[in-house]
């Protein structure tokens, strides 16, 4: 027969930590606790099978069920001598629901089960306290009729509210036994006017109604919310604990509180919490009467009495409990006793919810303390939670006053991590002008690599459509700057130059605007946000490794990383300005260079305009020649910064129709410049007008039609690294090719490649030479891998091109649709944000084993944004590539992603 059953506590203890899947988080520490000797009330635990069993019956249960009950409850009974519903002396549980992970959405506790209006008396006498008995009595029937019985407790509360302002008493502690009784008869007239039915006096009948309302709230609305968000799968079903009751509320010498090991928000190693005298269960949560704090030292100057000073001999017993029980558990816990007659009574242990930056401290104090090992603390860390050690931060207080002023106008998507500030700033101009006064938030519907400036000179970036890849998030990220992106509910008049949502009205040039990159809350208004102190240290250079604890943290974890981790990591990184800030970061190379960023601005615009917008060959080489100058010393100051570390550059990718310009102005000026008409200019920018841009003419296509393009930057590059190579400097590039499908389309333009760098070298007399790769990005190209191995010495993943093509979601526009495809569970995440693994993450696979089936020795990387994700970070280690590259201020999460992975599959 199998065992549904299982007590705690008392004589008979049959379960343990390990059982946490049958007996839920609170019933497997509770039986824990009692196996250490720490006194727990003792009880038994209905498991979490029950519950599926539960509802496969038709929310009934099981007569196998109800006789294993029965029998637990009989053990107890005998144990406590008491029984429950005795009219002299009787026994008083508690029913608590405990699901294998904490769920706030579950069902509230039912406190004294066994009162009626005879064992009320039985409990009176016995206990020679009737104002308990009926403080106990009243406080069941509102919470077995609130939960079990679906009677609100705002009925019975406002009975309680009304019987205090006719007596003119403040707390429920004033409030004596007469008046509790008279209550509680008011209390069952609410229910029978109600439900049209007494409340239930049968006490074995009252057990398993709370038995079946647990399990019953499993399946309400904010269980089912909760456990989509959280993604707790439907079939893990909740346990039910019944609990014999300790009572904090019989008198002065009894309490009830809640306690911390460490502190929850900064993971400080300080033991504290609240309790309150006389009280019983959530009272203390409740806010009816102030808690006091436990400490002395939290209570310091606060003029409020701690458990440690009113009562000295509990309170030590509760530290050294609450130490053993961290020691025994290996993690912050979170914990509920409460105080009989001076006894203490532990309720509950769990791990303690933190913040991120809590965890990350918790987690080294440990290893610090010898609890834990390094290997258990890097696992324990949530690789992207490094983003809030890196980040500006608002002051959380703050925060919450703006919201409740209504100062919160919308919430986007957080695609750039941290806080920023500043006066709104419309376009790209208008930012550069504002920054010079003080901060800027640029807002625009949408950025274009044309806002690059004033994306620079901005504190932060705003926009109202696109989503986690859209052009603002990512150069965002790569710039490590706070940003908002789709936040669609802005209203952006650029003529009125205002921003409004409702009735929120901001005016650009001298209204302030908040973002939080973090959560994608936006606010009006000025909030105050300060740079994060690793990012002082690492990349301001304003203070000093030794003199910030967080830093000395951050390096540690970076130094553990980098001791189990096989997988190299790389940025992205297209200045030397981001490689600098990378490599202080620790990434070991660049996976990415984009070298079209490198033509937009100043005077390089105009000379790329010029080539882009020349009639003939003839025209083009000559814009060229001005071009290769300025590339070639961008490649030198690449090399340099990387000094040793490979770089892997791309050819020119995007379409020829982004760099023109479309506004007249622009139009005129290069008439101008190439000494044309300005119809001849608009003629021509219209001709490279194409109406499906991304799978247009672009990547390695532009090299085919336009080769001497090519050859100019392979040409850069190659004479970029033989005159650094003069000074001592080891430059290092990889030469990448974008957009190939065909092995064809790499073995025409490495053909051009190597003719140019064979010329290069005859001239110069040198034998340079460098590896030709390509990147996967078109799943033509993953699908025939072996082939392109042939010509290809390395490949690099373009994961947000593959994801784009593989799923036929373009990247600019998906922000529209694919928030509703997570939300209704057609796919789990954004795939441009975590990898699609069977899918896109099949087709890397596929290239992966085809690709090393013609170049065993085949070099191996990814660039795209999955490159900073840690699932995706952890996939890639696991179908083996040599590293993963993602933007600067990511690079610490990669590392951390990447020894975590080592970890786990050495596991
Ligand atoms: P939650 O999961 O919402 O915290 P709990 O089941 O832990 O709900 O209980 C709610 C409150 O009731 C807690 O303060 C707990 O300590 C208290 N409580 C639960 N069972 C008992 C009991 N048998 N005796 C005394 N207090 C109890
Ligand atoms: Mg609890
Ligand atoms: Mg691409």
Same mark, same amino acid.
């Given at each position: 027969?199998?065992?549904?059953?299982?007590?705690?506590?008392?004589?008979?203890?049959?379960?343990?930590?390990?059982?946490?899947?049958?007996?839920?988080?609170?019933?497997?520490?509770?039986?824990?606790?009692?196996?250490?000797?720490?006194?727990?009330?003792?009880?038994?635990?209905?498991?979490?099978?029950?519950?599926?069993?539960?509802?496969?019956?038709?929310?009934?249960?099981?007569?196998?069920?109800?006789?294993?009950?029965?029998?637990?409850?009989?053990?107890?009974?005998?144990?406590?001598?008491?029984?429950?519903?005795?009219?002299?002396?009787?026994?008083?549980?508690?029913?608590?629901?405990?699901?294998?992970?904490?769920?706030?959405?579950?069902?509230?506790?039912?406190?004294?089960?066994?009162?009626?209006?005879?064992?009320?008396?039985?409990?009176?006498?016995?206990?020679?306290?009737?104002?308990?008995?009926?403080? &106990?009595?009243?406080?069941?029937?509102?919470?077995?009729?609130?939960?079990?019985?679906?009677?609100?407790?705002?009925?019975?509360?406002?009975?309680?509210?009304?019987?205090?302002?006719?007596?003119?008493?403040?707390?429920?502690?004033?409030?004596?036994?007469?008046?509790?009784?008279?209550?509680?008869?008011?209390?069952?007239?609410?229910?029978?006017?109600?439900?049209?039915?007494?409340?239930?006096?049968?006490?074995?009948?009252?057990?398993?109604?709370?038995?079946?309302?647990?399990?019953?709230?499993?399946?309400?609305?904010?269980?089912?919310?909760?456990?989509?968000?959280?993604?707790?799968?439907?079939?893990?079903?909740?346990?039910?604990?019944?609990?014999?009751?300790?009572?904090?509320?019989?008198?002065?010498?009894?309490?009830?509180?809640?306690?911390?090991?460490?502190?929850?928000?900064?993971?400080?190693?300080?033991?504290?919490?609240?309790?309150?005298?006389?009280?019983?269960?959530?009272?203390?949560?409740?806010?009816?009467?102030?808690?006091?704090?436990?400490?002395?030292?939290?209570?310091?100057?606060?003029?409020?009495?701690?458990?440690?000073?009113?009562?000295?001999?509990?309170?030590?017993?509760?530290?050294?409990?609450?130490?053993?029980?961290?020691?025994?558990?290996?993690?912050?816990?979170?914990?509920?006793?409460?105080?009989?007659?001076?006894?203490?009574?532990?309720?509950?242990?769990?791990?303690?919810?933190?913040?991120?930056?809590?965890?990350?401290?918790?987690?080294?104090?440990?290893?610090?303390?010898?609890?834990?090992?390094?290997?258990?603390?890097?696992?324990?860390?949530?690789?992207?939670?490094?983003?809030?050690?890196?980040?500006?931060?608002?002051?959380?207080?703050?925060?919450?006053?703006?919201?409740?002023?209504?100062?919160?106008?919308?919430?986007?998507?957080?695609?750039?991590?941290?806080?920023?500030?500043?006066?709104?700033?419309? &376009?790209?101009?208008?930012?550069?002008?504002?920054?010079?006064?003080?901060?800027?938030?640029?807002?625009?519907?949408?950025?274009?690599?044309?806002?690059?400036?004033?994306?620079?000179?901005?504190?932060?970036?705003?926009?109202?459509?696109?989503?986690?890849?859209?052009?603002?998030?990512?150069?965002?990220?790569?710039?490590?700057?706070?940003?908002?992106?789709?936040?669609?509910?802005?209203?952006?008049?650029?003529?009125?130059?205002?921003?409004?949502?409702?009735?929120?009205?901001?005016?650009?040039?001298?209204?302030?605007?908040?973002?939080?990159?973090?959560?994608?809350?936006?606010?009006?208004?000025?909030?105050?946000?300060?740079?994060?102190?690793?990012?002082?240290?690492?990349?301001?250079?304003?203070?000093?490794?030794?003199?910030?604890?967080?830093?000395?943290?951050?390096?540690?974890?970076?130094?553990?990383?980098?001791?189990?981790?096989?997988?190299?990591?790389?940025?992205?990184?297209?200045?030397?300005?981001?490689?600098?800030?990378?490599?202080?970061?620790?990434?070991?190379?660049?996976?990415?260079?984009?070298?079209?960023?490198?033509?937009?601005?100043?005077?390089?615009?105009?000379?790329?305009?010029?080539?882009?917008?020349?009639?003939?060959?003839?025209?083009?080489?000559?814009?060229?020649?001005?071009?290769?100058?300025?590339?070639?010393?961008?490649?030198?100051?690449?090399?340099?910064?990387?000094?040793?570390?490979?770089?892997?550059?791309?050819?020119?990718?995007?379409?020829?129709?982004?760099?023109?310009?479309?506004?007249?102005?622009?139009?005129?000026?290069?008439?101008?410049?190439?000494?044309? &008409?300005?119809?001849?200019?608009?003629?021509?920018?219209?001709?490279?007008?194409?109406?499906?841009?991304?799978?247009?003419?672009?990547?390695?296509?532009?090299?085919?039609?336009?080769?001497?393009?090519?050859?100019?930057?392979?040409?850069?590059?190659?004479?970029?690294?033989?005159?650094?190579?003069?000074?001592?400097?080891?430059?290092?590039?990889?030469?990448?090719?974008?957009?190939?499908?065909?092995?064809?389309?790499?073995?025409?333009?490495?053909?051009?490649?190597?003719?140019?760098?064979?010329?290069?070298?005859?001239?110069?007399?040198?034998?340079?030479?460098?590896?030709?790769?390509?990147?996967?990005?078109?799943?033509?190209?993953?699908?025939?891998?072996?082939?392109?191995?042939?010509?290809?010495?390395?490949?690099?993943?373009?994961?947000?091109?593959?994801?784009?093509?593989?799923?036929?979601?373009?990247?600019?526009?998906?922000?529209?649709?694919?928030?509703?495809?997570?939300?209704?569970?057609?796919?789990?995440?954004?795939?441009?944000?975590?990898?699609?693994?069977?899918?896109?993450?099949?087709?890397?696979?596929?290239?992966?084993?085809?690709?090393?089936?013609?170049?065993?020795?085949?070099?191996?990387?990814?660039?795209?944004?999955?490159?900073?994700?840690?699932?995706?970070?952890?996939?890639?280690?696991?179908?083996?590539?040599?590293?993963?590259?993602?933007?600067?201020?990511?690079?610490?999460?990669?590392?951390?992603?990447?020894?975590?992975?080592?970890?786990? &599959?050495?596991?």
């Amino acid at each position: 027969m199998t065992k549904h059953v299982y007590s705690f506590g008392g004589d008979r203890n049959e379960g343990n930590a390990t059982m946490r899947n049958l007996l839920g988080g609170k019933g497997c520490n509770l039986a824990e606790m009692a196996c250490l000797d720490i006194p727990v009330p003792p009880g038994f635990t209905v498991t979490t099978e029950v519950c599926t069993l539960y509802y496969k019956e038709g929310k009934k249960l099981p007569q196998s069920v109800k006789d294993q009950v029965l029998e637990a409850l009989k053990v107890l009974e005998t144990a406590r001598g008491k029984k429950l519903g005795d009219e002299k002396n009787p026994l008083l549980v508690s029913v608590r629901s405990g699901a294998r992970v904490s769920m706030p959405g579950m069902m509230d506790t039912v406190l004294n089960l066994g009162l009626n209006d005879k064992t009320v008396e039985g409990l009176a006498s016995a206990s020679g306290n009737p104002r308990f008995a009926y403080d &106990s009595y009243r406080r069941f029937l509102m919470m077995y009729s609130d939960v079990v019985l679906g009677v609100h407790k705002d009925h019975f509360e406002h009975k309680i509210e009304a019987l205090k302002a006719k007596t003119g008493k403040a707390l429920d502690t004033e409030i004596s036994a007469e008046e509790w009784k008279g209550l509680c008869t008011e209390f069952k007239v609410i229910v029978k006017e109600k439900l049209g039915r007494e409340f239930p006096q049968d006490p074995i009948e009252q057990l398993f109604g709370g038995i079946q309302a647990v399990f019953d709230s499993w399946d309400t609305e904010r269980a089912i919310i909760y456990r989509k968000m959280n993604r707790i799968p439907d079939e893990w079903g909740t346990a039910v604990n019944v609990q014999t009751m300790v009572f904090g509320n019989m008198g002065d010498d009894c309490g009830t509180g809640v306690a911390f090991t460490r502190d929850t928000g900064t993971g400080e190693p300080y033991f504290y919490g609240e309790y309150l005298i006389n009280a019983q269960g959530e009272d203390v949560v409740a806010g009816t009467r102030t808690p006091q704090p436990i400490t002395k030292y939290q209570a310091a100057d606060s003029g409020l009495k701690s458990l440690e000073e009113v009562m000295p001999e509990v309170f030590k017993t509760l530290l050294a409990t609450c130490n053993r029980l961290e020691a025994h558990f290996k993690d912050m816990q979170d914990l509920e006793f409460t105080i009989e007659q001076g006894k203490l009574y532990m309720l509950q242990t769990r791990i303690g919810k933190r913040t991120a930056v809590a965890g990350i401290r918790i987690a080294m104090d440990l290893v610090k303390e010898k609890m834990i090992d390094e290997k258990t603390a890097l696992l324990r860390l949530n690789a992207d939670d490094l983003v809030q050690l890196l980040a500006p931060i608002f002051n959380q207080k703050e925060k919450d006053a703006f919201k409740k002023a209504g100062k919160l106008m919308t919430k986007g998507l957080n695609a750039g991590p941290g806080a920023a500030t500043g006066v709104i700033a419309l &376009s790209a101009e208008e930012a550069e002008v504002l920054a010079a006064k003080g901060p800027v938030v640029l807002v625009r519907i949408e950025t274009s690599p044309e806002d690059l400036a004033g994306m620079v000179a901005a504190n932060g970036i705003l926009t109202a459509r696109g989503g986690m890849t859209s052009h603002a998030a990512v150069v965002a990220r790569g710039m490590g700057k706070p940003c908002v992106c789709g936040a669609s509910a802005l209203n952006i008049d650029v003529k009125k130059r205002t921003v409004s949502v409702g009735g929120i009205v901001l005016n650009a040039g001298t209204d302030f605007i908040s973002i939080d990159g973090s959560t994608g809350e936006v606010f009006a208004g000025q909030l105050a946000a300060s740079p994060a102190e690793v990012n002082q240290v690492v990349v301001d250079k304003t203070l000093k490794g030794e003199d910030s604890e967080t830093y000395k943290r951050f390096a540690q974890i970076m130094e553990w990383s980098n001791n189990y981790r096989t997988m190299n990591v790389r940025t992205n990184a297209d200045t030397p300005n981001d490689a600098d800030v990378a490599k202080a970061f620790g990434a070991e190379g660049i996976g990415l260079c984009r070298t079209e960023h490198m033509f937009f601005e100043g005077e390089r615009i105009i000379a790329f305009r010029e080539m882009i917008l020349s009639k003939d060959l003839e025209g083009r080489k000559a814009a060229l020649k001005k071009l290769l100058p300025i590339q070639r010393t961008d490649f030198e100051g690449i090399f340099t910064a990387m000094n040793g570390l490979p770089v892997t550059i791309r050819l020119i990718d995007p379409p020829l129709h982004e760099f023109v310009p479309h506004d007249e102005r622009g139009q005129a000026e290069m008439a101008k410049v190439i000494g044309v &008409s300005l119809e001849e200019v608009k003629s021509r920018v219209e001709k490279l007008h194409e109406f499906n841009p991304m799978m247009g003419h672009r990547g390695c296509r532009l090299g085919i039609t336009y080769p001497e393009i090519i050859r100019m930057q392979m040409r850069a590059i190659v004479e970029a690294a033989i005159n650094v190579g003069k000074k001592g400097i080891v430059a290092k590039p990889e030469v990448m090719v974008p957009l190939v499908g065909h092995v064809k389309e790499l073995a025409y333009t490495k053909g051009e490649m190597l003719d140019e760098l064979a010329a290069i070298n005859k001239e110069q007399g040198t034998t340079f030479s460098c590896p030709i790769g390509t990147m996967i990005e078109i799943p033509r190209a993953a699908i025939t891998a072996d082939e392109v191995a042939t010509e290809a010495e390395f490949f690099s993943f373009g994961t947000n091109d593959l994801t784009q093509m593989g799923f036929g979601f373009s990247r600019d526009d998906s922000g529209t649709f694919l928030p509703e495809y997570v939300a209704k569970k057609i796919l789990e995440d954004d795939p441009f944000q975590s990898l699609d693994q069977k899918g896109i993450g099949g087709l890397v696979r596929i290239a992966v084993e085809k690709g090393r089936s013609t170049r065993p020795n085949i070099k191996l990387g990814v660039c795209g944004e999955h490159g900073g994700d840690p699932r995706s970070v952890k996939f890639f280690h696991g179908v083996g590539l040599n590293y993963v590259s993602c933007s600067p201020y990511r690079v610490p999460i990669a590392i951390v992603a990447a020894a975590q992975a080592a970890l786990e &599959s050495a596991k």
